[in-house]
Antibody, heavy 126, light 108 residues
Framework: QVHLVESGGGVVQPGRSLRLSCAAS????????MHWVRQAPGKGLEWVAFISYDGSNTYYADSVKGRFTISRDNSKITLYLHMNSLRVEDTAVYYCAKDPGGKTTLSTYYYYMDVWGRGTTVTVSS | EIVLTQSPGTLSLSPGERATLSCRASQSVSSNYLAWYQQKPGQAPRLLIY???SRATGIPDRFSGSGSGTDFTLTIFRLEPEDFAVYYCQQYGSSPLTFGGGTKVEIK
C-alpha cells in the first residue's frame, strides 16, 4: 500500500521558519518525482514545488520562490519543504504528492499527482 | 499562467443522476495534459483522470473525462452516495501547474 505521511506543521509567527517532512512507504521513493501542494482554508489547491527523483532539479511557484526549498533524502525515504520568511498568506494544509514519472520513465515527469498524503496544517499568525 | 475556470460552482443532484462538470482553460492546454481530482471533506485529493480522458488505477468506469484544447468535461454517470465531493481540474501542460477553483457536487 502506497503511503505518504506529512508532519512538521504548526503555528508560527510571520517571518519565522518551519520545516515540513513527508515520509513515504509502499513504493520505491528514490525513483519518483515529488510535489508539495497546499490548500488555504476554504480555498482550492495550489501547487508549491517539485523535485526530481534524484534531487537534481527543483521548480517552484512564484509565490514561494526564494523563500521555500524542496529537498529529499532518499536514504531516509523522506521529502522535505523548508519554509522561510513565512507570511500570513502561507497558512494552509500542505500535501506531499507523488509524480508518476521519474527514474523508471527515463526522467520523464508527468506533473500530475497520482498519490497524495493526508496533509499537515501550517498556520502563520502573530 | 493558464487559468482554469470550473463551472458550475455547485451542482445539486440526486443519487443515480448524471453529473457534468466543466473546466475551461484561458489558453490551450498542451497535449491535453489535464487531470481531475476528487476531494472529500478532511481528506486528501484523489486522482481520477489524467491526460483528459484516461482513468487512474481503481477508478470506476462511471467516471469519464473528455475534451481538448481549452474545454474539458468530467462526467459522472449514475452518481453513487460516495461521489458527493469537490472536484478539481489541473493542467500540467505548462508551467506553473495550475488548478481550477473546484466544483462541489452535493446531494439535492
Amino acid at each position: 500500500q502506497v503511503h505518504l505521511v506529512e508532519s512538521g506543521g504548526g503555528v508560527v509567527q510571520p517571518g519565522r521558519s518551519l520545516r515540513l517532512s513527508c515520509a513515504a512507504s509502499g513504493f520505491t521513493f528514490s525513483s519518483y518525482g515529488m510535489h508539495w501542494v497546499r490548500q488555504a482554508p476554504g480555498k482550492g489547491l495550489e501547487w508549491v514545488a517539485f523535485i526530481s527523483y534524484d534531487g537534481s532539479n527543483t521548480y517552484y511557484a512564484d509565490s514561494v520562490k526564494g523563500r521555500f526549498t524542496i529537498s529529499r533524502d532518499n536514504s531516509k525515504i523522506t521529502l522535505y519543504l523548508h519554509m522561510n520568511s513565512l507570511r500570513v498568506e502561507d497558512t494552509a494544509v500542505y500535501y506531499c504528492a507523488k509524480d508518476p514519472g521519474g527514474k523508471t520513465t527515463l526522467s520523464t515527469y508527468y506533473y500530475y499527482m497520482d498519490v497524495w498524503g493526508r496533509g499537515t496544517t501550517v498556520t502563520v499568525s502573530s | 499562467e493558464i487559468v482554469l475556470t470550473q463551472s458550475p460552482g455547485t451542482l445539486s443532484l440526486s443519487p443515480g443522476e448524471r453529473a457534468t462538470l466543466s473546466c475551461r482553460a484561458s489558453q490551450s492546454v498542451s497535449s491535453n495534459y489535464l487531470a481531475w481530482y476528487q476531494q472529500k471533506p478532511g481528506q486528501a485529493p484523489r486522482l481520477l483522470i489524467y491526460g483528459a480522458s484516461s482513468r487512474a488505477t481503481g477508478i470506476p468506469d462511471r467516471f469519464s473525462g473528455s475534451g481538448s484544447g481549452t474545454d474539458f468535461t468530467l462526467t459522472i454517470f449514475r452518481l453513487e452516495p460516495e461521489d458527493f465531493a469537490v472536484y478539481y481540474c489541473q493542467q500540467y501542460g505548462s508551467s506553473p501547474l495550475t488548478f481550477g477553483g473546484g466544483t462541489k457536487v452535493e446531494i439535492k
